[in-house]
């Protein structure tokens, strides 16, 4: 039977820190199933790779019987989180918020048990607090302890504006933590400071600290910054196998080791090259969040489209939508893959929009000569057309 002590050795062996020393163990030594949480502010519609790797180490706790508590942050999320940031946020509308808020659930379900084990929490319920409340936690952390904070201290000492909102920030998500008596949680190491702060949080108010698991943030298909969708250098968790695949294979040689350790917990293959390493780690990234026969297809058409050069085996069909016999294309391309008419401008001025096979350079095209035909946008989105 395994030890507290070597229960915590094996949930901390690919995490950046642990902190404070010996309190994962500490909680373990309990007996009792922990309550371990995680904060995600729903500011964007997609989970990528990034979170993934946030989320297999909780569902390590669930499967040695712990209890995930993934709070959603509707209410942080109107605030903007700066965290690594030169400035906080863009602050969404409610109805975006809560919007992405509904697809997190079924995303991270491609990860977590989604059984007894698995909470849900909305930190609205408990953050829309009378302001007497508010005043109590405001009372907590000194501006001065707020000012360590690496980003907040970067722009107070070249005399940038911080707002007190953006203050009430690590304030608000360490509050969380007293809400629903978290024991653990987990975050990338941009999240330090505010699980430290939730830990301070939960002492002033009488609840047991938190332990803390900082995890490593896993570096986009860039290989410069972390992964992120406002950057655009993320593979979502449930983008079409087909783009997982291509996307995956993009990655550049020298992130294999990383993605290899955050992904799959292992070592690149020495038997392997680079290119068959990179072609094992994207079929097992499609198996896993696709199923192996989307794997097996995946590979199969990057092979048939890049390799052969050839068109894929099944193509999704698109309805055209004409006005007085003419299709404005960049309305096309919108409508068919989604995204902006200037996008799609962009994409057809820089001969990424093929018909056929054959570049497109102009902007309309009459109906009739459209039907069947296949469009292209970029290496990996194909769309059959057929004219209503």
Not at 329 to 340: K, R, V
Request: proline share 6%; aromatic share 4%.
């Amino acid at each position: 039977m395994e030890t507290p002590a070597s229960q915590a050795a094996h949930l901390g062996r690919n995490a950046v820190e642990t902190l404070p020393a010996g309190a994962l163990e500490e909680r373990l030594a309990a007996g009792r199933p922990l309550r371990v949480k995680l904060g995600m502010d729903p500011t964007a519609s997609d989970l990528h790779l990034g979170h993934a790797v946030v989320l297999q180490k909780l569902r390590e706790f669930q499967d040695l019987g712990h209890t995930v508590v993934l709070i959603v942050g509707d209410y942080t999320a109107r605030v903007g989180d700066p965290s690594g940031r030169s400035a906080t946020r863009p602050v969404l509308s409610g109805e975006q918020i809560d919007a992405h808020a509904r697809t997190y659930v079924d995303q991270a379900g491609h990860v977590l048990r989604t059984d007894e084990r698995l909470e849900l929490r909305h930190n609205s319920e408990w953050l829309d607090m009378p302001a007497e409340d508010l005043f109590r936690l405001a009372r907590v952390p000194t501006v001065a302890q707020l000012l360590e904070r690496d980003d907040f201290s970067k722009r107070f000492t070249a005399r940038e504006p911080i707002s007190l909102l953006e203050l009430l920030y690590p304030v608000l998500q360490g509050y969380d933590s007293v809400a629903v008596r978290a024991d653990v949680e987990l975050g990338g190491t941009d999240q330090t400071f505010n699980l430290l702060m939730g830990r301070g949080i939960q002492t002033a108010y009488g609840v047991p600290p938190q332990s803390i698991l900082t995890m490593p943030l896993l570096t986009g298909t860039d290989g410069v910054q972390k992964m992120s969708k406002s950057v655009g250098n993320q593979i979502g968790i449930t983008e079409p196998p087909g783009e997982m695949y291509g996307k995956t294979l993009s990655v550049p040689d020298e992130l294999m080791p990383q993605w290899y350790e955050l992904l799959l917990g292992q070592e690149v293959p020495a038997s392997l090259s680079p290119r068959d390493a990179k072609r094992a780690l994207a079929r097992a990234l499609v198996e896993r969040f696709h199923g192996p026969d989307a794997a097996a297809s995946a590979e199969a058409d990057f092979d048939r489209v890049f390799v052969a050069r050839r068109l894929p085996e099944e193509i999704e069909e698109h309805v055209v939508r004409a006005v007085n016999g003419a299709v404005h294309l960049p309305e096309l391309i919108a409508d068919a893959f989604g995204g902006s008419r200037s996008e799609a401008r962009r994409a057809i001025a820089g001969g990424g929009v093929k018909l056929d096979g054959e570049p497109v350079s102009v902007l309309d095209l009459p109906a009739g000569e459209l039907d069947g035909r296949v469009l292209q946008v970029g290496k990996r989105r194909f769309r059959r057309l057929r004219v209503a």
